[in-house]
């Protein structure tokens, strides 16, 4: 879907994507990283279960959202990736309890 | 330049309680703007939600490299410029922070005095006040509702290119295009010139626009826009087919996207794709100025809504102005130019500058934007998409994303009594996802206007609350408990969201 130019010299980072490991580009947001990877769908909506993927990549359409280190609801085409971060897929409606305590 | 960066570069825990001037977004109308207001000593926070300044346009031009500049273009390198120029102005700067409200500040007698701006960033939020604030938060690309939209491998060509300026990621594997609008062909070519193969570019510009643009065709044939036109038109047609006169565009697909098909010659066509890129021309994010209870109005040729601003860009709220593609669609350049103008006008506002050396400065600005604004009439005609793209016919087509709500829906929703989209929220809770509305609003509002055969002016948008973005638990109960605070919040809470957020946000 697509492949990372080498122009660019940039770092390696590596998070885990439900439990797997994979390598990005440090100053990826995490919605890149995982498109570099090759993942289309990150979610499934709350209303029907339909898989969905990063759509506009510019904060708007709440398609990327991810659980990340915990907290769900995260747009993953705003956050940097960092190392050893744990992003999972979020699955339909996420629910208070998975809101890491305070 | 990483240095001047660094200098100014603030978390929002350092940021001071109070400043003159609160610019939100770093596109070139946010950084003119800022830079325009620093200049005049006015104490200005510049906002924005990306890691580093830019905006759409200009989108990680400051990390940008030598093979950049080939291959996003001489346009884009410029962007530079506009960043330097602010980095070593005096303005303090808080990225990767959004903005999520704006609640006016009142003395004694009620008269507004400044507003209070709401502010998060990595898990943490707070209210910032300014005597003035300007919003420079830019357009998005307008909805682009087909069958088959919501699959994953479906993005708008915009993403694609975000994901090129910031990740240096290229589409790989079967790629189309498809859409419409000034931007469709440079996004086409600069993908192909970062070395994307691109199996065909879908144009949906219909037919008739021609004939409609033509009378506008002289103010073009004079702006820098038939050249910069005609040379990437070049570059595409040379690289990939470009099939024309496109019609009945879907995606298809089990969990994802497999196949792109459409009609054009009266026959239907198919084509395997791993990614879709759809793009049907950008549009003003109205989130934040509709949210605030600025006025606006419908723009008839571009089709969209967009905030009443006067000479200065100031907006019907005192003390906020608005300047940029935000406040319709008028290109880059013109961004900057009003940027200016906006600064000029809050620096007047402020009383750092005369009113007559404001007005002096802006003559040389008002000269340019005319200059920059010729053509933009020949490309919105031109570029207009055609009504089955703006207003969906097969009834299964999905419209809110975040919902899941078809045409079909609203449609029977708009039968069954709803007569603007404030009532269909409320029958189909439509609109009413994360998103809130950003990516069915424009669809939304045409879609009644047609079922009850009503101009969309009368038809009207969502009216839209504070927050303008979801916040977590925790950038909530960092928040002081201050009236405005409560009500920024409540008000949202009573407004139920989607249940997920609804979670969220509830104050403990
Ligand atoms: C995806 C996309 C790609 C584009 N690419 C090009 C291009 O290559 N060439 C071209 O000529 N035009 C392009 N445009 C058109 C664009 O509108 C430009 O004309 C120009 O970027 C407009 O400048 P601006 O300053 O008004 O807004 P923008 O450049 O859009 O800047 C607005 C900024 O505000 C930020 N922002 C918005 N809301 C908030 C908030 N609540 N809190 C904090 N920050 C916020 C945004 O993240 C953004 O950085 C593009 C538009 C889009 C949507
Ligand atoms: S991809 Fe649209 S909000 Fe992240």
């Known amino acids: 879907m697509f492949r990372r130019l080498s122009d660019h010299a940039s770092s390696e980072v590596t998070f885990t994507f439900d439990g797997l490991p994979v390598t990005a580009s440090a100053g990826d947001s995490v919605a890149a990283a995982l498109l570099a990877a090759g993942v289309r769908a990150c979610r499934t909506t709350p209303v029907s279960g339909a898989p969905r993927g990063p759509y506009c990549m510019m904060g708007v359409c709440f398609e990327c959202l991810v659980r990340i280190d915990g907290m769900d609801n995260c747009q993953g085409c705003l956050v940097t990736v960092q190392e050893g971060m744990k992003v999972e897929s979020q699955r339909g409606s996420p629910t208070l309890a998975t809101e890491p305590a305070q | 330049m990483t240095e001047g960066i660094l200098r100014r570069e603030r978390g929002i825990a350092d940021l001071a309680d109070e400043y003159d001037v609160i610019v939100v977004g770093a596109g070139p109308a946010g950084l003119s703007a800022a830079t325009t207001l620093a200049e005049a000593k006015a104490r200005t926070l510049l906002v924005d939600e990306n890691q580093t300044p830019g905006g759409q346009i200009y989108r990680a031009v400051t990390l940008a490299q030598p093979v950049d500049r080939q291959r ?218 509709n949210a605030a209870g600025c006025a606006h109005e419908w723009d008839k040729t571009q089709l969209t809504f967009r905030p009443r601003v006067d000479e200065w860009s100031a907006s019907s709220v005192v003390g906020l102005s608005l300047a940029g593609d935000g406040t319709g669609i008028g290109g880059a350049e013109a961004a900057a130019i009003q940027g200016r103008i906006a600064g000029l006008g809050c620096a007047s506002q402020l009383g750092l500058i005369a009113p007559a050396e404001r007005d002096r400065s802006a003559v040389p600005l008002r000269n340019s934007l005319a200059r920059a604004m010729r053509g933009r009439r020949f490309l919105d005609e031109l570029y207009r998409p055609g009504k089955a793209f703006r207003v969906p016919q097969d009834s299964d087509t999905i419209v809110c994303r975040c919902e899941e709500i078809s045409v079909g829906q609203i449609r029977a929703s708009v039968n069954a009594g709803a007569g603007g989209p404030n009532q269909m929220k409320v029958f189909l809770r439509c609109g009413m996802g994360p998103c809130q509305g950003r990516l069915c609003g424009l669809t939304v509002t045409e879609l009644i206007a047609d079922e009850r055969s009503r101009h969309p002016s009368e038809i009207g948008y969502y009216r839209l609350r504070f927050p303008i973005k979801p916040l977590k638990l925790r950038e909530l109960a960092a928040l002081p408990q201050t009236e405005t605070a409560k009500v920024a919040v409540l008000a949202d809470l009573a407004d139920t969201h989607h249940s997920a957020d609804l979670n969220e946000r509830k104050p403990q």
Do not use: C
């Open chain 2, 72 to 289: 996003l273009g001489e346009e884009y390198w410029r962007g530079r410029i506009i960043a330097e120029d602010f980095l070593r102005s005096a303005a303090e700067y808080a990225p990767a922070a959004s903005a999520w409200s704006i609640q006016p500040l009142q003395n004694e007698v009620g008269r507004t005095i400044g507003h209070e701006v709401g502010l998060s960033s990595n898990g943490m939020a707070r209210l910032i006040r300014a005597r003035q604030v300007v919003l420079a938060t830019g357009a998005l690309e307008r909805p682009f509702p087909i069958p088959g939209w919501t699959l994953p491998g479906v993005m708008t060509a915009g993403a694609a290119q975000i994901a090129l300026k910031t990740s240096t990621l290229v589409p790989s594997g079967k790629v189309v295009i498809a859409g419409t609008g000034p931007l469709l062909y440079l996004l086409a070519a600069q993908l192909i010139e970062a070395g994307a193969t691109v199996s065909a570019v879908l144009d949906t510009t219909p037919r008739e626009n021609w004939l409609r643009a033509f009378r506008h065709a002289p103010g073009f044939l004079v702006s820098p826009y038939l050249a910069k036109g005609l040379r990437l038109l070049g570059t595409v047609q040379r690289r990939t087919r470009v099939i024309r006169w496109v019609s009945a565009l879907a995606a298809e697909g089990e969990g994802g996207l497999r196949e792109v098909t459409w009609r054009t010659d009266g026959r239907e066509h198919r084509m395997p794709a791993d990614l879709l890129l759809l793009h049907q021309g950008v549009v003003p994010n109205v989130n934040f100025s």
